[in-house]
């Protein structure tokens, strides 16, 4: 087999301009712009002497501390799809060990007990990547071999994804925020979205022919759509309205949520008939997805600039959602009216934009 070459892909954040809590409705839209910080995703082959049998992706991400994982595989043959487990590298020896292992010895004689080795993993596992992985992977092996290659993963993150101190002076395209992820204050612009998207194709290039999957086609960037849903709903454990990762795929869009129950009755990783589920649900074979996402009505005049402020303190959105759709259906009549209101007008902003975008074009520059 031929080497694979190394495979880069990055994927936007997004802001939701218009459309805050309408979008969890398919009856309302969000308006949604694409932004120019990105996730970025690099891919190669981990080389292997002749003879040597690896079944192992590493992922790193050099801007936070600790941020290293290790992740061991194998095809389930019940159609489950990918199985996955974190390894750690214990001792001074650099053994990897699968902590799905009942029990984990690491230097001479030195036992770690389930109950030590479920609060070490807590700490360091990122289900976004682990499930991200998970989905390509099932899906790969189910178009084409679940014979799948080393490979090591590098993942970077433009510095808006995360607050900077004002008094930090650094020019670098990719900062150094010196703690681990978890501490890490995130500003809002759909980091776990464009991380999933951007693994996902990434992986899906690395080790799909062309002929099999493009990314840059349209139907290549359905499935990705698709897929990359998919496995961020799973990492969530709930099914979201979805925008962001529709962003993450198309960039600034006028959306339109997809049913909930195309995802909600899915079968979890593992469970005979997963793989093959996985792929008609990528596919669309049944033609169920209704997501619509349409670019042709999404403008942004010349000169426009969205300013957003960093304040370094998330909002606790699931918290804030639950209260206002509580608020909703105790008062449905004076709610549903006040949904069809804020869609109108958010509808006359993208209408506005766009007679404002066009007509920016139609004008004869003016070097006066």
């Not at 008939?273 to 074979?285: E, I, K, M, N, P």
Request: one cysteine or more; hydrophobic letters at 40%.
């Amino acid at each position: 087999m031929a080497d694979r070459q190394p495979v880069a892909v990055s994927a936007p954040g997004k802001v939701l301009l218009a459309g805050g809590y309408l979008v969890l409705d398919r009856k309302h839209t969000g308006l949604v712009f694409g932004l120019d910080a990105r996730i970025h995703c690099i891919v190669q082959e981990i080389s292997t002497s002749s003879g040597v049998v690896l079944s192992e992706i590493s992922v790193q991400s050099p801007q936070f501390e600790n941020a290293v994982w290790h992740y061991g595989y194998r095809w389930d043959g019940r159609d489950g799809g990918m199985h996955m487990s974190e390894l750690r590298r214990w001792g001074s020896f650099g053994l990897l060990v699968s902590i799905a292992s009942q029990y984990v010895y690491h230097r001479a004689f030195t036992y770690t007990s389930p109950a030590h080795r479920d609060a070490d993993l807590a700490l360091s596992r990122n289900l976004f990547i682990e499930t991200a992985l998970c989905y390509a992977l099932s899906y790969i092996g189910s178009v084409s071999s679940p014979i799948i290659a080393p490979a090591s993963i590098t993942i970077l993150a433009d510095n808006d994804y995360y607050s900077t101190p004002a008094d930090l002076e650094s020019t670098d395209r990719f900062h150094n925020f010196g703690v681990p992820i978890s501490k890490a204050h995130k500003t809002g612009l759909g980091s776990s979205a464009a991380l999933v998207t951007t693994l996902t194709a990434a992986v899906l290039t690395h080790y799909l022919p062309t002929a099999l999957l493009d990314i840059r086609s349209d139907i290549g960037k359905r499935r990705l759509h698709n897929l990359a849903q998919a496995a961020h709903c799973a990492a969530q454990g709930k099914v979201g309205s979805g925008f962001d990762v529709a962003s993450a795929v198309y960039g600034s869009c006028l959306y339109k949520r997809f049913s909930p129950d195309i995802l909600s009755s899915h079968a979890e990783p593992g469970a005979p008939g997963f793989a093959s589920q996985l792929r008609a649900t990528v596919d669309d074979t049944d033609s169920k997805w209704d997501t619509e996402i349409t670019k042709a009505k999404v403008k942004v005049p010349e000169g426009l600039r969205l300013v957003m402020c960093d304040v370094s303190v998330g909002s606790q959105t699931p918290g804030m959602v639950k209260q206002v759709l509580a608020w909703r259906k105790a008062n449905q009549e004076e709610a549903d009216w006040l949904w069809d209101d804020l869609q109108a007008s958010n509808d006359a902003l993208a209408k506005e934009l766009t007679v404002l975008a066009e007509a920016d074009a139609k004008a004869a520059p003016d070097y006066s």
